[in-house]
């Protein structure tokens, strides 16, 4: 796809630049994307976002007599009002570059930073909102980095908490994201007797307990447990990246990516758990 962008400049067709570099873009940016695979995501036509959602309580289906009816259950739903927030990524593609026939490498690294940019951002932004609503904290028995850690103890502690407070599905994907230093280090701990990574086991395991470990920068010096559930909470988005071009007379061609997103956690959800004390 980055050889038809090549093409595409090297014949002035903006409009198709355009849409080749929004493309391109998209794509990246859902490679590099970490938090959309924690939170459900929901694309929008609109930056105003109008929310409606439910009680938490669950629903009780009662045993009723032959030719009889249960009773109205009504389901009372809350509202949210909010609205996107903007980001932009501005590039140039100067002459000097087309004149020297160096489109291929500038184009390339251009795109793959913009792209990596634009998924930090997005990334941050959800991390920041499920930081912001956590319900509960665990202290870790000891840092994960050390040899008196019990990860199985401490993630045991996050997950009983959980449980204990809602209905999880059975189906509803856990998410254990830590910082990526503390990921290595969750090889050194096994399963009882055996020589089987704790880590290694919970995933091969995954039909069974349905966690995941993940690593993100976004998540601070902490471990954040998310469970995956439209109850927690909705990352929105407008569609795909917008791609503005503006010529810069004598300089070059100047290229602004603009994405829109928020991250909605619902309150009292009770389904994210930070476990602190993770590092040394």
Known sequence: MVEQVFSAISTDDIGKIKKLIQ???????????????????????????????????????????????????????????????????????????????????????NLDRAAEALAIAEDREIFNAIKANVQHTVSATAAWNSDNADIAKDISNALEWIYEQRRIGSKDPISIIMPPEIMPHLMRFTVGNTNTPLIEYIQDNYDVFNIRFMKSYEVGSDVLVVVNSNKVGVHYRMGSIEVEHKREPAVGDEYILTGRWKTIIFPDNRMIVKISGVKA
């Open 23 to 109: 493309e391109y873009v998209d794509m990246k940016i859902e490679q590099l994307l970490i938090g959309t695979d924690v939170l459900p995501t929901q694309s929008v036509t609109s930056r105003h976002l109008q929310i409606l959602y439910p009680d938490l309580e669950y629903p009780v289906a009662v045993k009723v007599e032959e030719y009889g009816a249960a009773p109205y259950k009504s389901i009372g739903f809350k509202e949210l009002y909010d609205r996107l927030d903007k980001y932009q990524y501005r590039l140039l593609i100067s002459d000097e570059v087309k004149i020297d026939q160096m489109e291929n490498i500038v184009v390339r690294t």
